[in-house]
Structure formats: structure tokens, C-alpha cells
């Protein structure tokens, strides 16, 4: 059977470095780092997600300024508040909570978060600097796919990677990081033919879809290493739910040398590399 990769725990131990290293910087600043993060309507996934990272915040010592806003606020309406955080020196991190509501454009918004406040890293000026070999704030998924595997001293060097999934949010700044680790990169995605076959060749196999339970048996090689960023939600016959990701675990978990769980995997690494862009944002400008 295959080893965990266990996310939640190296979590922890991040966030418990994190607060060491607020408590020591804390006299100089005078401040705690801060975090925003904008949210806008009722989505109740997204209200789960928010909860998770102010509680964390709180856990490590980095102040919240959260906003929640009603599902008609308007472009301009965020636009302003993105603004004005953007001059607030109380906060390190800006963080706008998607899906939003159809009639905004997410784009546009994360375009106005200060490249140096962009706690999801996600700017075109960070995603640059991630594709240019520079040091900038990396997006949170990613950077938590290859924050584990460092933790677990996983090789990659050299390694055939396949990420399956091609988004702006994962697929492509992880192809970019496994690159900058000196991986042979393929990126597959819904078009792709015989991707079975291709994912099949990965050493490392990243999956990023958003379909639940997609990669099966067949995709997977033998010792390979399974990466599952997706999080999804079944409901069986009754009407309970559970949460899956994009690997089916069950058959993939007597193929793979290592594998991550869902939850308790990718999901955590993410919330901690969303405060550990916070505190390194925060550490430039005290």
C-alpha cells in the first residue's frame, strides 16, 4: 500500500514556525502581519473555506481584516476596497475568496491586489517572476504541493511529471515549480489524447481536474507518486455527502508509493502557504 502524504500534519508544523517567527519579529514591527480576506455572497463552500483561514490566522498570531460583502455588491464597490487595503499598513495580504457572484469579473480584481500584498499569488507580476526563476509570492496550492514533498524528501530531479489540468490557479504555476525542480514537465488536460497513457508514464502524477474520482487505476504507474488537489462533494443515496477527491484513492492506493488523502492532504498545505505568503510579505515591510 501506498505511503500518505500527510498535509495536515506538515501544516501544523508550518504554522507553528510561523508563529515563532511573528513572535520574534513582533517587537521590531509593532504589529502583527495581517490578512484581508474579501468575500462576496453566500456560497457555502466558500464561507467554510473563510472560516478555515481566519481560524488559522488566529492560531498563528497574524491579524484578520476580513470582509464580507452582500452577492449585488458591484465591481466598483470592490475595486474601492481592494484600494484601500492596498494603502492600510496594518495588512501584508490581500485574498479575494472565489467563484464570486457571475456578474463580477475575478480577473479584473485580482489585477488591482498590490503585486507585494498578492497572498494567493496570483498577479501576473508573481506569476512572472514564478516563470522567470525569480523570487516573488507563489500560488498557494502549488507551492503547497511542493512544500510536501520536499517535507517527505520526495526526489525530482530528473523525474517525469504530468500534471493533469491546465488552470491559472494549479496546472500551470505547478508545471512551472516542478520545472524549476528540474522535472521533465507534461501538462494534460481534457483535449489531451491517450492521457491515460501519459499519466501512466508520470513518476510524479499531479491531478488538478475538478472531477471527482477521474484518475483511475490505469493512470497511475506502479511506485509512482499521487498528488490529489481536488476536492470534491458526493452525496450517496440518502443524501450524505462526503468529500472525494480527483484520484480514486481506493484504487490507486495499492499502485502508488506515496499518495495524499482527501481531505487531510493538499487541502491544508494550501491555507498554510497562504500565511506563509502573509508572514513573508509581512517580514519585507516591517
Known amino acids: ?10 501544516a501544523q508544523k508550518i504554522q507553528w514556525q510561523l508563529r515563532e517567527i511573528i513572535k520574534s519579529r513582533k517587537p521590531q514591527g509593532g504589529r502583527p502581519p495581517g490578512l484581508a480576506v474579501l468575500m462576496v455572497g453566500d456560497n457555502p463552500a466558500s ?5 478555515n483561514k481566519e481560524k488559522s490566522c488566529e492560531r498563528v498570531g497574524i491579524a484578520s481584516f476580513g470582509q464580507h460583502f452582500p452577492a449585488d455588491t458591484s465591481q466598483e464597490e470592490l475595486t474601492e476596497a481592494i484600494a484601500n487595503l492596498n494603502e492600510d499598513d496594518r495588512v501584508d495580504g490581500i485574498l479575494v475568496q ?3 457572484p457571475d456578474h463580477l469579473d475575478a480577473v479584473s480584481l485580482l489585477y488591482e491586489i498590490a503585486p507585494h ?4 499569488g496570483l498577479h501576473p507580476m508573481n506569476l512572472g517572476r514564478l516563470a ?13 504541493v511542493m512544500r510536501l514533498l520536499e517535507e517527505y524528501q520526495i526526489p525530482l530531479a530528473g523525474k517525469r511529471a504530468v500534471v493533469l ?15 524549476e525542480a528540474n522535472c521533465t514537465v507534461t501538462v494534460a488536460h481534457s483535449r489531451t489524447e491517450n ?8 513518476d510524479i502524477l499531479i491531478a488538478a481536474v475538478g472531477r471527482p474520482e477521474m484518475v483511475k487505476a490505469n493512470y497511475i504507474k506502479p511506485g509512482a507518486v499521487v498528488i490529489d488537489v481536488g476536492i470534491n462533494r458526493l452525496e450517496d443515496a440518502n443524501g450524505k455527502s462526503r468529500l472525494v477527491g480527483d484520484v480514486d484513492f481506493q484504487a490507486a492506493e495499492p499502485i502508488a508509493g506515496y499518495i495524499t488523502p482527501v481531505p487531510g492532504g ?3 498545505m494550501t491555507v498554510a502557504m497562504l500565511l506563509q505568503n502573509t508572514v513573508d510579505s509581512y517580514q519585507k515591510r516591517i
Do not use: F, H, Q, W
Open 1 to 10: 500500500m501506498a505511503n500518505l502524504l500527510d498535509g495536515k500534519t506538515t
Open 47 to 51: 464561507a467554510v473555506y473563510v472560516r
Open 98 to 100: 472565489l467563484p464570486l
Open 117 to 120: 500584498k498578492d497572498a494567493d
Open 132 to 144: 522567470r526563476g525569480e523570487k516573488g509570492l507563489r500560488s498557494c496550492t502549488p507551492a503547497g
Open 165 to 179: 489540468g491546465r488552470s491559472i490557479l494549479v496546472g500551470k504555476p505547478m508545471a512551472l515549480m516542478l520545472l
Open 195 to 202: 492521457l491515460e497513457a501519459i499519466a501512466s508514464e508520470a
Open 266 to 268: 493538499i487541502g491544508p
